[in-house]
């Protein structure tokens, strides 16, 4: 129904910067919240930033003022920024998009892309 694809991840030194990209298909008419979490080795997987429909965001303690979420609605494609990086940022991020309303009706929660890693080296 709904299948998101995440680019833009690689290796980069502390300080620097990345892009992440997810990009929603599917039979979508709408998506409310689209976000980005991320998994450590050995960790439970944590939100990072989350941004509705509407523009409103949400961010990690750890990440805010280094991280800068975004979405173009009608691309479907939501957007995260990643300045100052740190070796703790280092992990799979994975893409959500929740309540997405299908052009054939109904409604699918909690979707999820298959992970792009980042890996920050001191």
């Known amino acids: 129904q709904v299948q998101l694809v995440e680019s833009g991840g690689g290796l980069v030194q502390a300080g620097g910067s990345l892009t992440l990209s997810c990009a929603a298909s599917?039979?979508?008419?709408?998506?409310?919240?689209m976000g980005w979490y991320r998994q450590a080795p050995g960790k439970q997987r944590e939100l990072v930033a989350t941004i509705t429909s509407g523009g409103s965001t949400n961010y990690a303690d750890s990440v805010k003022g280094r991280f800068t979420i975004s979405r173009d609605n009608a691309k479907n494609t939501v957007y995260l920024q990643m300045n100052s990086l740190k070796p703790e940022d280092t992990a799979v991020y994975y893409c959500?998009?929740?309540?997405?309303?299908?052009?054939?009706?109904?409604?699918?929660?909690?979707?999820w892309g298959q992970g792009t890693q980042v890996t920050v080296s001191s």
């Open positions: 599917g039979s979508i008419f709408s998506i409310n919240a």
């Open positions: 959500n998009a929740d309540r997405v309303r299908l052009t054939r009706g109904g409604v699918a929660y909690n979707n």
